[in-house]
């Protein structure tokens, strides 16, 4: 791997809206998603907007799934940030996809990270313990 993290910056359209107006259900499906990738979660912040909209987070020990949610819209905005290779995002994007009831989706993937070096890069190096950055 010539680079530390995988980001998919995701657009779903025409989703349920009652799904992603309900802050309790949008948590609990990207906690989901997290642990059907293999992700490890850390936490989750979720937050419902008044009169309609769902922003959330949920922080893992490879970086983060995130979503942003306009129901009068039938859109949501996904971030699923993965470092290493070991994560399966496209397993989590499809769980989401079928729970939201997606019409369309479009999908840009961004290499983070991409770092000229002659080695395999690691996205959590082995550190010793006298060692500080």
Known sequence: MN????HLLVELYNC????????SK?????????????????NSNFHKFS????????????SHFSIHTWPEYGYCALDIF???DEIKSDLAL?????????????????????????????????VSKNEKF
């Open 26 to 42: 949008m948590e609990e499906l990207l906690l989901e998603s997290v642990r059907i990738s293999g992700a490890t979660t850390l």
């Open 82 to 84: 993965t470092c290493g």
């Open 94 to 126: 499809e769980y989401l996809k079928r729970e939201l009831e997606v019409g369309n989706i479009s999908m840009i993937e961004v290499k983070r990270g991409i770092l000229d070096f002659p080695v395999k890069l690691l996205h959590k190096p082995e």
């Open 16 to 23: 349920n809206t009652k799904t992603i107006n309900n802050v």
């Open 3 to 6: 680079y530390l993290g995988n």
């Open 51 to 62: 009169p309609h909209g769902v922003s959330g987070v949920v922080v893992i020990s490879e």
